[in-house]
Structure formats: C-alpha cells, structure tokens
C-alpha cells in the first residue's frame, strides 16, 4: 500500500532516508542538552552538527554485517564525524532514539491524515447543507420506515466522522510522545530532565515513566483510532452502495466518459470505488488488531512489537489517506438523484406516515391498543393491496369521528414530518472541530 497508493508525502516520510534523518534529529538535541548541562564538550557539538551525514546504501551495508540498524547507522555517521562521535548516543539505547524517531513520524502523518479528514467532512457538510430539505423515504430494516431528507442523512455521516477526528487528535497528540531513559527506563546514566528537555525541542510529550520503550498502549490507541475512521467511511459507503442499487437509483458514483463497468455486459455503472473503501476498510481492522497485540511485551521489553510496527504504521498511515481522499472525491462528485428519492418515497401511499396518525388518533382520546389496531388495519391492506392510505383513513367512519379531514391531512404531511430538520442541522453544525495543540 506505502509504495503504491500513497500520495509523495506519505511515501517520503516512510523511507530509510526519511527515518535516519529523524534519528540524526533525535542524536543532535540529545548532544545539544549534555553540552549545555556540561556532560559533553560543546565543541563536539558544532563537530557533529557541521560533519554529521549519512548514506542509505553504506547503513545498509554495515547492517548486513553487524545484524543491528541502530548501531549500522550510528557507525555511518562516525564515518563522517571521526573522534567527536564518541559522544553521539552517549548514555543512550537504541529505543531511546528508534522510538523517539518514531513519535516525529507518527506526528508528520498525522499531519497529512488531518488534512485528508478536512476534506472528507467537508464534502459531507456540503453535501448535507446541499440536500438539507431534499425527502426521501428512512429505512429500517431495509424497509420504508418514515420520511427523513438526504442532507439530513449526510449531515449524520458529517457528524460520526467529526467524532472519529476528534479520537483521532487525541490518540495523535497520545502517541507523539518520546523517551530518553535508559535500558530499562531508569535514567540510570542520564538525568530526566535530558528527556524533558530533549522532548520539548523536538516538539513532542515525553514517556512519565517508560521501560525500555515508549509503551505500546499509545500506539494501539492511535491505529485504533485509524481503524475506527476506516469504519466509519465503511459504513458511509455501504448506504451510498445500497442508494445505488439499480432498484433504489437515488444516488450514483459519478461516471467519468470513456469509463467502462464491465467487461461483460456494457451497460454496468458500479459503484466500485465504494466497494474500495469497504474492502479497505476489513485491512484498518486487521491492523488495528494487530497494533492491541503489540501491548503485551515480555517484562521491560522485547522485540516483537517492531516488525509489526514496521509494516502497520507506515501501511495503516496511507491506506487510511488513500480512503479519505477516495471518499471525498466520491462524495464532492455524487450524482443525487431527488426525483427518484421522491418517487421512492411515495411508493409506499402514504404507509411511512402511519406513526403520526396513530399518535393523532391517542391524542384525541383513543387508547395506544386502539389507535394501533384502526391504523394498521388500513396499513396492512394497502400493503397487500395497493391503494392509498389517506383515502382508506378518510373513509373510515370509526376515525373520522376522531380526526377532521384537514387533521389526517396535517398527518399526512411531509412538511410536518420534516419541520425539525434545520433544528438538527443547527445544533449539529454549532459543534466546532477540535483542533490539536498545535492548531492543526
């Protein structure tokens, strides 16, 4: 997925180059504060930031040898140093700058991430504002249900993923953390305040109290967080799918000239870049599994988090931007279709307003038991028998002793079913977007 779908950021940001200059990053504010509490020279300082480099092919080389990336590149970088190296990953662990590293890149994803979940909320809201008064028949249960409109269906979708950004600007703001203590987290050769220090000019949190490790829980909660986003987009386009169905035709993927549906049969118009986001979607569960498992470390750590992490973060990082930007653009170029939606809606003769003729008819007086049993007789037969309600209601002698004809009528309205949507559509919209800490 990281090579082929994602967009250049994504790909650069996960490369070998792109991660050592991270830990070069990590090395040199380390250095920096021990010059400055006095524990290095700061002369070795201005060495290694003038001199410091590496080289991917040599890191590489020297890793085949020694069977450790950490210390392959720190032997690189010595390379170009010369003696003032001696001070780079003084007091260190590999995991003090692996994982370190680390929270700079989940920090530049998340970044990229932010900015794709912009884009997916505002097609919705605008797909919503849009069709914020177009009706169209509810479905529970896949049947006719009562009337609600399209925008209002959107504006639901808008909502649920505002949600699943704000998760997403905690578990981020959660696992850009770092750590600079020790071999098993008890500073035993560098004081915290080197961490604290470190930490805060590398723009990131720092571990409280750690193992060897940045611990994992962080890391789960943010592919989790990943992966529930993917569910939501999952969800959205399984309706847009169903809305498409050649029965229901109320919306269509937008169908680009020259396209083609099928190989076999010339008239298809599949909604088949939905269906990409569904499938996607089963991958983000399966990573965010895999990211629980990585919790569970043998005492202050051992390694078997790291080569999972090593496919799921950089993959879950641009699978989930390739599903946000595909559904934006699903959504920014959706056909609607409100005439069908009518149509659709008045298939069932006036059966989706059978709810407030019951609550009409116990308003006036009539027992629920009562009410229930006048309404569903004449629903049943216009089901099983076509016709239309309202005529049925209107001629029943029993009702119209209850209810004056311009009360069934009043009943019977759309307008009346849908008075409350812009209230909806209010409260929901005064919900601002939670911004991180750094106003992303």
Same mark, same amino acid.
């Given at each position: 997925?990281?090579?082929?779908?994602?967009?250049?950021?994504?790909?650069?940001?996960?490369?070998?180059?792109?991660?050592?200059?991270?830990?070069?990053?990590?090395?040199? $504010?380390?250095?920096?504060?021990?010059?400055?509490?006095?524990?290095?020279?700061?002369?070795?300082?201005?060495?290694?930031?003038?001199?410091?480099?590496?080289?991917?092919?040599?890191?590489? !080389?020297?890793?085949?040898?020694?069977?450790?990336?950490?210390?392959?590149?720190?032997?690189?970088?010595?390379?170009? %140093?010369?003696?003032?190296?001696?001070?780079? &990953?003084?007091?260190?662990?590999?995991?003090?700058?692996?994982? /370190?590293?680390?929270?700079?890149?989940?920090?530049?994803?998340?970044?990229?991430? *932010?900015?794709?979940?912009?884009?997916?909320?505002?097609?919705?809201? #605008?797909?919503?504002?849009?069709?914020? &008064?177009?009706?169209?028949? +509810?479905?529970? &249960?896949?049947?006719?249900?009562?009337?609600?409109?399209?925008?209002?269906?959107?504006?639901?979708?808008?909502?649920?993923?505002?949600?699943?950004?704000?998760?997403?600007?905690? $578990? *981020?703001?959660?696992?850009?953390?770092?750590?600079?203590?020790?071999?098993?987290?008890?500073?035993?050769?560098?004081?915290?305040?080197? =961490?604290?220090?470190?930490?805060?000019?590398?723009?990131?949190?720092?571990?409280?109290?750690?193992?060897?490790?940045?611990?994992?829980?962080?890391?789960?909660?943010? %592919?989790?967080?990943?992966?529930?986003?993917?569910?939501?987009?999952?969800?959205?386009?399984?309706?847009?799918?169903?809305?498409?169905?050649?029965?229901?035709?109320?919306? !269509?993927?937008?169908?680009?000239?020259?396209?083609?549906?099928?190989?076999?049969?010339?008239?298809?118009?599949?909604?088949?870049?939905?269906?990409?986001?569904?499938?996607?979607?089963?991958?983000?569960?399966?990573?965010?599994?895999?990211? *629980? =498992?990585?919790?569970?470390?043998?005492? =202050?750590?051992?390694?078997?988090?790291?080569?999972?992490?090593? %496919?799921?973060?950089?993959?879950?990082?641009?699978?989930?931007?390739?599903?946000?930007?595909?559904?934006?653009?699903? %959504?920014?170029?959706?056909?609607?279709?409100?005439?069908?939606?009518?149509?659709?809606?008045?298939?069932?003769?006036?059966?989706?307003?059978?709810?407030?003729?019951? *609550?009409?008819?116990?308003?006036?007086?009539?027992?629920?038991?009562?009410?229930?049993?006048?309404?569903?007789? &004449?629903?049943?037969? /216009?089901?099983?028998?076509? +016709?239309?309600?309202?005529?049925?209601?209107?001629? #029943?002698?029993?009702?119209?002793?209850?209810?004056?004809?311009?009360?069934?009528?009043?009943?019977?309205?759309?307008?009346?079913?849908?008075?409350?949507?812009?209230?909806?559509?209010?409260?929901?919209?005064?919900?601002?977007?939670?911004?991180?800490?750094? +106003?992303?």
């Amino acid at each position: 997925m990281i090579d082929r779908y994602s967009r250049p950021e994504l790909r650069e940001l996960w490369t070998d180059d792109a991660k050592y200059r991270r830990w070069l990053a990590v090395e040199i $504010a380390v250095l920096e504060v021990l010059a400055e509490q006095g524990i290095v020279p700061a002369s070795a300082v201005a060495t290694v930031k003038d001199k410091a480099d590496f080289n991917v092919a040599r890191v590489q !080389e020297i890793e085949n040898e020694v069977k450790h990336d950490v210390i392959a590149f720190l032997t690189n970088v010595a390379e170009y %140093v010369g003696p003032d190296s001696r001070y780079i &990953h003084f007091g260190m662990t590999s995991s003090d700058v692996l994982d /370190t590293a680390l929270a700079l890149q989940l920090r530049d994803a998340g970044k990229i991430l *932010l900015v794709s979940l912009d884009r997916a909320l505002a097609a919705l809201r #605008d797909k919503a504002l849009a069709y914020r &008064h177009t009706p169209m028949i +509810g479905r529970t &249960h896949g049947i006719h249900a009562e009337p609600t409109t399209f925008g209002l269906k959107c504006l639901v979708f808008y909502e649920e993923l505002r949600r699943g950004r704000q998760r997403f600007v905690y $578990a *981020l703001e959660e696992v850009v953390c770092g750590k600079i203590s020790g071999a098993v987290g008890t500073f035993a050769h560098l004081n915290p305040s080197v =961490e604290e220090e470190v930490c805060r000019r590398l723009g990131i949190a720092f571990e409280p109290a750690s193992t060897q490790i940045v611990q994992r829980d962080r890391h789960a909660a943010f %592919v989790t967080a990943m992966a529930l986003v993917a569910m939501s987009l999952d969800k959205f386009s399984v309706e847009f799918r169903h809305l498409a169905r050649t029965e229901v035709r109320e919306v !269509e993927e937008q169908f680009s000239k020259g396209q083609k549906g099928s190989s076999a049969m010339p008239h298809k118009r599949n909604p088949w870049r939905f269906e990409n986001v569904s499938g996607l979607a089963r991958v983000m569960r399966g990573y965010a599994l895999a990211a *629980l =498992e990585n919790d569970a470390l043998w005492h =202050e750590r051992d390694m078997s988090n790291s080569s999972v992490e090593r %496919v799921i973060l950089p993959d879950a990082t641009a699978t989930l931007d390739f599903m946000l930007q595909r559904f934006a653009s699903l %959504v920014e170029g959706l056909v609607v279709y409100p005439e069908r939606m009518q149509q659709n809606l008045e298939l069932s003769n006036g059966l989706p307003f059978s709810g407030t003729l019951l *609550l009409e008819l116990a308003r006036k007086g009539l027992t629920r038991e009562d009410a229930y049993r006048l309404v569903q007789k &004449h629903a049943m037969a /216009t089901w099983n028998e076509g +016709g239309d309600l309202k005529s049925r209601i209107l001629q #029943d002698a029993e009702i119209s002793k209850v209810l004056t004809q311009a009360e069934v009528e009043r009943a019977l309205s759309l307008q009346e079913a849908l008075r409350n949507v812009d209230q909806i559509f209010e409260r929901t919209l005064r919900t601002p977007i939670l911004k991180t800490k750094k +106003g992303n």
